[in-house]
């Protein structure tokens, strides 16, 4: 199996381990979802004068490609990391690494599209972003490392 496939799996699971931990959060505290994703669909469909349509449609666009975004970011952290790890990682250097990558591609784009600044972020919203991260950077180590 070559480095791509083993990091597509890996970052199928743990965009998966992602999700549910934040949904779990969700649930636990009763939190609505971050508005984040659509915003950023939003402001790069505004830059690249792409229309998006109009009411509901629109809305659904947001919503569609903000989530395609978010698994784009988790597969491509992982063949990313199977790149650059050519050697078995320990597990703690490993699942930072991927939580890194994870944590970077997702947050960058938004914060240089002006969407968010994690510097002006409560401790709240640190952890409701590193928790789940963190739950990815830990499946997708253990995935790839697995199909190593």
């Known amino acids: 199996m070559n480095t791509i496939t083993k990091g597509l799996i890996a970052g199928a699971a743990g965009t998966s381990a992602l999700n549910f931990t934040t949904y779990l959060d969700m649930a636990v505290r009763g939190r609505p979802a971050s508005s984040t994703p659509e915003e950023t669909v939003e402001r790069l469909a505004g830059d690249t004068h792409v229309d998006l349509g109009e009411g509901q449609q629109a809305e659904a666009r947001k919503e569609g490609v903000g989530t395609l975004l978010g698994y784009a970011t988790g ?60 739950a990815y950077g830990a499946a997708a180590y253990l995935a790839y490392e697995h199909l190593r």
């Open 75 to 134: 597969l491509a952290s992982a063949v990313g990391y199977g790149v650059l790890a050519r050697r078995r990682v320990p597990w703690p250097v490993g699942v930072l690494a991927l939580t890194a990558l994870a944590m970077t591609g997702s947050n960058a784009p938004m914060t240089v599209l002006g969407v968010t600044d994690p510097r002006k972020w409560p401790v709240s919203s640190w952890l409701s972003d590193a928790i789940p991260h963190l």
